[in-house]
């Protein structure tokens, strides 16, 4: 809903007094090492070389080159990790050569975007305060893009102009879809008034069971969750602000967990914190937290305070350098000494890199905990519409459908008889909750084909048989491509047809009936077809579908294509992975499979 918004505010305000803002990516160390090597003509293994003998990323961040050779404070562990690297540099003449170059192109700017949620809204025409332009998409026509600023965010603030935040978020959707299933559930659910201290939801968080849980499902997130073990909405709100490089650079997410748990004593550099700090166990951990001590320590007024702020957050250097020696005036003067201040400021400055406002982690920290409840209280509603939020991306659909065989959910193969255009969400006889497979999130089949297999199904009621559903869909379904796929993903399975068989025969019987399908629609009637009760129905050309089964080898080499889905009857021992390579690798069978296990490699 986010474009619907920019679009509100564009109508609200006038089209040319709002504006998305651009972004410029620039070349990271990485990627400068590649490029170089790539310019000056190497083959791609040496720049690949090059660039794994790199520290690994921090926080998603690249060690910088200038930071392998010579030793920085901030990157003291990317310098220790990059002794290969200044090994190689020493030892071999084209790693050399392409550091060198690599140095000169890290940090230039690459190409220009769209900030994420970034928004410009003037009082005046757009133009008479900064130059804009149009981003078309691939294909999009000029004049239907988005209108972009051509100054990054830094500088439309310099200029005085208002930047708000439109961030468009994933996972209201998917509390929205969640909400819609309960419904057809005979579930109603106020999503806005759950108990901010359920227990249940708790309890899962704490055992770190918290994959499509906004926000908290990351591996090292997940591992902070367990040993923070929270026991309040508060903790949740603190893990969202906790997991963000400024925090973590001042180890502040390990120190909260340990005071919180009783693993390490709460204690502040005066005892004047406790009383600011007490609610964090003596840790700053919010923007306001900074604030508060800047006003009560070095005796800052809340603009000055504001402004500390930001330059911390801006991360210039020379704006820095002033906000210290003011800082540390300010508890000069407030009778806390320069010690303090200077203790209190080596703790600030690279926790402000980064860091939440408090409103900002409340905010966060209330849609986690909806998306926690949800999950804790209707998984397979949740998952079904995680699912479906993710339906285009396989990595994602297979961290969430492997996440439903561990919690005991099981995942129906598609079938033309059961399955809407998403994933949804049924129950058994029995009461237990099962989710079929969305049609739409089979390769090669669209909303708009599915759409078509749906009305048909319910105007008509269930399809029979394979003849049935050729007779009755609309021709576009028919096609090729789309047919072959929902063979292979099963969803004529319940229809009684083997899969290989029917692969072998469903060309010809598709064929025929559109054949027949356009005679009749000319006025023209076979003459076995005329006047019998089974008149349209193409009984007379029925032609046999063997019952023909693919075996496992030639099932798991088609389930292993690229990108595929693969449900499998048993679940697979890890030691028969690479095998089960080799022999996807060495035929070409296409082949299908059978039950509800999933599994990716």
Not at 121 to 135: A, G, M, N, S, Y
Not at 346 to 360: G, L
Not at 514 to 528: I, K, Y
């Amino acid at each position: 809903y986010r474009d619907e918004m920019i679009r509100y505010a564009a109508e609200r305000y006038g089209r040319d007094h709002v504006a998305q803002i651009v972004t410029f990516s620039t070349i990271k160390a990485r990627a400068a090492v590649r490029d170089a090597s790539r310019v000056l003509g190497y083959p791609y293994a040496v720049g690949d070389r090059i660039a794994k003998a790199m520290p690994p990323l921090v926080m998603g961040r690249d060690t910088p080159l200038k930071a392998c050779f010579e030793e920085d404070p901030k990157h003291v562990d990317g310098f220790r990790a990059a002794r290969e690297l200044r090994d190689m540099y020493q030892t071999d003449p084209e790693a050399q050569k392409v550091l060198d170059v690599a140095r000169g192109l890290e940090g230039l700017r690459r190409q220009d975007g769209i900030h994420a949620a970034a928004v410009v809204i003037t009082d005046k025409p757009l133009t008479e305060h900064l130059p804009v332009q149009r981003k078309p998409a691939p294909g999009q026509a000029p004049e239907d893009a988005p209108l972009v600023t051509q100054y990054e965010m830094h500088g439309v603030e310099d200029l005085g102009l208002l930047k708000m935040d439109f961030l468009g978020l994933r996972n209201l959707s998917v509390m929205e879809t969640t909400l819609d299933l309960l419904r057809q559930n005979g579930v109603e659910l106020d999503i806005d008034a759950v108990p901010l201290d359920d227990e249940a939801t708790l309890a899962m968080l704490r055992k770190g069971d918290s994959i499509g849980v906004f926000q908290l499902e990351g591996g090292p997130m997940r591992s902070l969750m367990r040993a923070l073990a929270p026991t309040s909405f508060d903790d949740v709100a603190a893990l969202v602000a906790l997991y963000r490089p400024g925090p973590m650079a001042a180890n502040m997410h390990l120190d909260y967990a340990d005071r919180k748990n009783g693993r390490k004593p709460v204690t502040c550099l005066h005892p004047d914190l406790n009383e600011l700090l007490g609610d964090t166990y003596g840790l700053m951990i919010y923007q306001e937290s900074v604030m508060r001590v800047a006003q009560r320590i070095a005796g800052f007024s809340l603009p000055e305070a504001d402004d500390l702020r930001k330059a911390c957050a801006k991360k210039k250097r020379e704006l820095i350098a002033e906000q210290r020696v003011k800082f540390v005036e300010g508890c000069e003067r407030t009778g806390y000494g320069s010690a303090l201040g200077t203790a209190l400021f080596d703790v600030i400055e690279p926790f402000a890199d980064y860091a939440f406002p408090k409103s900002h982690a409340y905010g966060y920290g209330y849609v986690a905990f909806q998306t926690a409840y949800l999950k804790a209280h209707h998984p397979v509603e949740y998952l079904a519409a995680l699912l479906t939020s993710v339906k285009d991306n396989q990595d994602r659909s297979a961290v969430y459908l492997n996440e439903c065989r561990a919690l005991g959910i099981k995942v129906l193969v598609p079938d033309v008889n059961l399955s809407a255009s998403d994933f949804t969400a049924r129950r058994e006889p029995d009461g237990t909750g099962v989710i079929p497979f969305g049609l739409s999130a089979v390769r090669n089949v669209g909303e708009g084909l599915v759409s078509l297999i749906v009305a048909e199904r319910e105007r008509g009621g269930p399809f029979a048989d394979f003849w049935d559903f050729c007779n009755r869909v609309d021709p576009a379904v028919l096609n090729k491509r789309a047919m072959e796929s929902l063979i292979k993903a099963g969803a004529f399975d319940a229809l009684g047809h083997e899969r290989r068989g029917l692969l072998a025969v469903f060309e010809t019987i598709v064929e025929r009936t559109l054949s027949r399908r356009r005679r009749e629609a000319e006025g023209q009637f076979d003459l076995f077809s005329s006047g019998g009760g089974d008149a349209g129905t193409g009984t007379e050309e029925r032609i046999p579908i063997p019952d023909l089964k693919f075996d496992k080898a030639q099932r798991l080499a088609y389930e292993l294509e690229p990108y595929s889905l693969m449900w499998l009857e048993d679940p697979v021992p890890p030691e028969n992975i690479e095998a089960m390579r080799r022999v996807a690798q060495s035929t070409k069978t296409p082949i299908s499979s059978g039950e509800n296990y999933y599994m990716r490699f």
